[in-house]
């Protein structure tokens, strides 16, 4: 399909600029412009990026039009990308050249590809080998594929360029002139995969025939972790490939991808384009300008990877879909996993949501046969789901300043015993999370937040969650200045590893938390070292609920069951269950190995989600709480849509969500109801006071257009910023 061309005299541009400043017309080159094509063009005294749109509309004076400065000689955007991201614009509320202008964050995208110098594998031996040597070395293996000046290469590896250098000299590296963007090697979809059991075979079968076939689809792709979902969908890559078309494969933590990167190397004899924060910017380039010429296969990313101008995306899979990562809540609020198929549908491709523990609004769609489902049963081999028990805390002697109750300690007592691993689970960065004054009963607060400064004893600081503030821990209470008497309350995970420290001297102790580490390479080394058992007790928060293979833990205990289960959100059992479904899943998960155990402790055992979980009925949870957001007209069964309003000011912040609300009559026409204004969930951030409003609205109700109804003419007060948030995670 060749995109219209438009000729002089006029073409309009969106103009991709910080401030969106909107559609404009100019001056068309002689040799004409085309749809999807990005151009610079003059916009006060600067050059800015734009994007060729249609005709020009000829309602201004030709004399005064400005000319297209360049045509950059990017590939052209294609018809249906730019119909995803209208319709994405359209139903995110976000103005378009905003959206386009999410596409469009590339590095250096107005640079022409010159030749640089990058650093490939040499002959020679490394010299002496260094630490920092043996890092540059390791992440040249980790990123077999891509191409780094010596300057990124370092700062990858976390050393100066002098040790790059060094091994350039002993010629265990060379240095090359490359053209700056190279296509990525292909992956041989034709390579056989593992033979696969009968229920994955099935899935197989069924997400190639959908893919040959050609057409848009939506699959839920369930089972346990460790079932085999990747390798299903790695099969549905396959036949992808094996079209000649392209697929993008979504995961949450990407940073920790190193695994699945090496089992796409595996089975595809070459490693995948990779798109999120921890690439460089001649990586992220690249990947770009590949993905719109159609000369990557294969993108692994994060969420924002959808946006990417692929030549023709035919598979989308979205890993762990209900994570709650997919969601960006900044600028543009969007979930990617329905942004992945408002993209699939337009471009007449698959998408897989993959998950162990799907999020409510993909059970239901399964159920009403919006989505396909396909179900996994078992864990691949023989390995079992681990047996799953409360501790009820009510019942348990429990020492003061202690958390870990003494059957969960003979627990792990008895892993320690037999050379097996446990993992102490809480979902708690930090070492307390409150600070409190034991003369006035002052707590800690963040100066611009309405946040509590949590301990971190590691860093010896007390750390803002919310704005990342931190300062040093006060001696003195801040508001009483009475010496020595804060004390904290409560557990986070270095509390825990303290407590585990006292009673399991002679265990080796790891803590996983996301933010005692440097880098994710570190992160990541961390994660190998426990995966080969270097390790008797880990001690960690979500992030270990995240897919990494521990062959030898045998035991996961849950320090705070009861954690997330209140509160007045109304998604917070169904990501209690999801996150104790997922850390459950890690003990005993590899085939072969001793069967695991999961202990909750709990001082509400009978709790619905605890029961839940206990007895493994994960149908009969989804159902009940189907049922419940059903009766009450919460998604996804009504819809829902977020307001929120922020000044430095509260009074001025407060008083004009009065205002606005008071001009809600759009809203009420399509039968929409407005519930607040009232403060947002976090009502201060760094040093915004917010406000927020919920709307509800039937299922089939014009809500988009009822909003924009609603809000255009609205002139907001200086400093006043509006987001508007379709499908809000929380409610
Ligand atoms: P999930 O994505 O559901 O967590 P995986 O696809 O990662 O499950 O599979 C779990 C483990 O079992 C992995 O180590 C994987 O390599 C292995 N595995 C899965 N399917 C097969 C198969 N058909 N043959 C051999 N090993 C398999
Ligand atoms: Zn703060």
Redesign the pocket.
Known sequence: MTPPEFFPPRARIAVLTAETVGVLDYLAPDEGVRQGQLVLVPLGPRRVLGLVWGPGKGDFDLAKLRAVARVLDAQPFDARFLDFLTRAAEYTLTPLPLMLRMATRAPDIDQPPAARRIIVPGTGQPGRATEARTRVLQVMADHGGASFAASELAQLAGVGTSVVKGLVASGALTEIEAPRDLPYPALDPTRP?????PD?QAASDTLRGAIRAGGYGTTLLR????????????EAVAECLAQGRQALVLLPEIALSAEFLD?VEARFGARPGEWHSGITRTERRRLWHMAGRGQVGLVVGARSALFLPFADLGLIVV?EEHDGSYKQEDVVYYSARDMAVLRASINRAQVVL?S?TPSLESWVNAATGKYARLD?RS???EAELPQMAAIDLRAEAMEQGRWISPTLAQAVTDRLAKGEQSLIFLNRRGFAPVTVCRACGEQIGCHQCDARMVEHRFQNRLVCHQCGETRPIPTACPSCGVEGKLAPIGPGVERIAEEVAARFPDAKATVLSSDLFQSARALKETIAQISEGDTDIIIGTQIVAK?H?FPRLTLVGVVDADLGLQGADLRAAERSFQLMRQVAGRAG???GAAPGVALLQTHQPDHAVIRAILSGQDETFWDAEAAGRQAAGMPPFGRLAGIILSHPDLGTVADFARHLAGLATPLAEVGAELWGPAPAPIARVRGRHRMRMLIRAPRQAPLQAAIADWLSGIRLPTNMRLSVDIDPQSF
Do not use: C
Request: glycine residues 20%.
């Open positions: 995969g593992k033979p696969l059991a994955q089972g346990v972790t460790g079932s085999g979902k990747t390798e299903v969908y790695l089992r890993d993959a162990a996994l864990r691949y081999g897919g293979n998960r590899q085939s």
